[in-house]
């Protein structure tokens, strides 16, 4: 079965801080994709990252960073230096290799800056 | 990159009635795929389309309830039918990128009040 859970149902911090949020998956395929979405109080997602099981590199983009580890099958999002707008709810979702477009999301982390 | 709009944005209707929601992607595609947000809560796959076939929907969701067409690569309309208050959520239609395009685009959503 595949499942991803996202433990943190809720982060309070203060602007300029560090905030990792969390997230372990369960699968049992060999080939699988990990992605992670923002959604802002507007409503859209919007789309941060898309990994596959085979590229263990950690990413970085900006402010943005985020560790894949699969001896812990976790895929964890870092936000350095946080801002106001940065206040979103933020899931995490894996897909099967072939059934990119079948997401399944975590419980999202809903993650509050205040200034 | 693709472009997603749906129809309407929103909605407030009466339990029992059914509303149709728009999917119109802005190229080819060859699966469509609908996504519910019940309040709060995370996103849970209903179905995919494909073009020229009937739907595939996935478990806890049948055709007489969320009937969907795809007449063509570039449009789905999702009708939820003989709605009841559960059904109020927010209803995301979603593509995959093409080529080397890794994300998974999702429309605007529309945002469903059952009463």
């Known amino acids: 079965a595949q499942k991803v859970t996202q433990a943190q149902t809720e982060i309070s911090v203060v602007e300029k801080e560090d905030v990792t949020l969390d997230c372990v998956y369960e699968?049992?395929?060999?080939?699988?994709?990990l992605f992670w979405y923002k959604q802002p109080p507007s409503g859209e997602l919007v789309f941060l990252i898309r990994?596959?099981?085979?590229?263990?590199q950690n990413e970085i983009s900006g402010r943005y960073s985020w560790n894949f580890q699969k001896s812990t099958s976790s895929f964890n999002f870092t936000i350095t230096a946080s801002q106001v707008v940065d206040s979103a709810v933020y899931f995490c979702?894996?897909?099967?290799?072939?059934?990119?477009?079948?997401?399944?999301f975590g419980q999202g982390t809903t993650l509050q800056v205040k200034p | 990159s693709a472009v997603i709009s749906q129809k309407p944005s929103r909605d407030i209707c009466q339990r029992g009635t059914s509303l149709t929601i728009q999917c119109q992607v802005d190229?080819?595609?060859?699966?469509m795929f609908w996504y519910r947000q019940q309040p709060g809560q995370s996103l849970t796959l209903i179905a995919t389309?494909?073009?020229?076939?009937?739907?595939?929907?996935e478990s806890g969701f049948v055709i007489d309830k969320f009937p969907i067409s795809r007449p063509n690569l570039t449009f789905s309309t999702l009708t939820v039918s003989n709605m009841s208050p559960e059904d109020s959520s927010i209803y995301l239609c979603?593509?995959?990128?093409?080529?080397?395009?890794?994300?998974?685009?999702f429309g605007p959503g529309t945002r469903l009040t059952v009463t």
């Open positions: 699968t049992r395929d060999t080939t699988y994709y």
């Open positions: 979603s593509v995959e990128g093409q080529g080397s395009s890794y994300e998974q685009y």
């Open positions: 979702a894996l897909a099967r290799s072939g059934n990119t477009g079948k997401l399944i």
């Open positions: 389309a494909n073009q020229g076939s009937e739907a595939t929907y």
């Open positions: 190229s080819q595609v060859t699966m």
């Open positions: 990994r596959n099981s085979f590229d263990e």
